[in-house]
């Protein structure tokens, strides 16, 4: 999903912006993702043990009857326009992760990876791009997914400012741990900014996004 989600964001750029911008939408467009993409395109086979009818469909007793995964997720009863990515959709689940007692053990995880991964990805490379052409993809796998994808990046990325907000700081002291050459903490524990040209860009990337306040914000300039 991660390999997936990213390349979808970077082939639809307006739904990247909202991911990487707006951190309160962050939860919305990690479902969206799962339904858009429903990596895991059937479900657990079942076996008809009475004669029934679904949907004007005649199913036997004893035939074998699966789910497709995609189908149920793309329903247009369910949800407007379901090939369209929209990542504020929000309000309506999905079966990404199957239901009931076959619904994957590991959903909380791949959330809590994803809500953390596309937003600090996307902010740290904000020049981000596919190459186009170079995405390869499984062939009969039971998990659809990338084998590879090529990406560039804007390279010099400058950051020419870095601000703290005093106000807003909770005293986590995350940025500490994360650029304890650009931030400290005073004896009450709120963020004290010790280099406003700090040169080691990744670390204030993450220390930016990795602020529960939203405290750190930086101005950058960008050269390929």
């Known amino acids: 999903m991660l390999g997936l989600g990213t390349l979808a964001l970077l082939r639809h750029p307006e739904q990247l912006a909202i991911v990487r911008d707006e951190p309160e939408r962050v939860d919305a467009a990690v479902e969206e993702l799962l339904r858009w ?15 029934t009818e679904i949907d004007g469909h005649k199913i036997a007793e004893g035939e074998v009857v699966m789910c497709a995964l995609p189908a149920a ?7 407007g326009d379901p090939d369209r990515l929209d990542v504020t959709r929000g309000g309506v689940g999905h079966l990404a992760f199957g239901h009931g007692i076959h619904h994957c053990l590991g959903a909380p995880l791949a959330r ?16 981000l791009a596919e190459v186009p052409g170079t995405a390869e993809f499984r062939s009969f796998h039971v998990i659809y997914g990338l084998t590879s994808l090529q990406v560039t990046w804007v390279k010099g990325d400058l950051v020419t400012g870095v601000h703290a907000d005093r106000d807003l700081c909770i005293g ?6 994360t650029a304890g ?8 524990g709120i963020v004290v900014l010790l280099d406003e ?28």
């Open 37 to 51: 993409l429903t990596i895991v395109h059937t479900g657990t086979a079942k076996v008809a043990t009475v004669d």
């Open 73 to 79: 997720n793309r329903d247009p009863e369910l949800r």
């Open 112 to 127: 809590m990876e994803m809500r953390t991964a596309f937003p600090a990805l996307l902010r740290r490379f904000p020049g």
């Open 172 to 177: 986590a002291g995350l940025c500490v741990l």
């Open 181 to 188: 050459a650009v931030f400290d903490q005073d004896d009450d």
């Open 197 to 224: 040209h700090p040169t080691d860009v990744a670390a204030v990337h993450d220390a930016v996004a990795n602020c529960p306040a939203g405290a750190l914000s930086i101005s950058e300039e960008q050269a390929r």
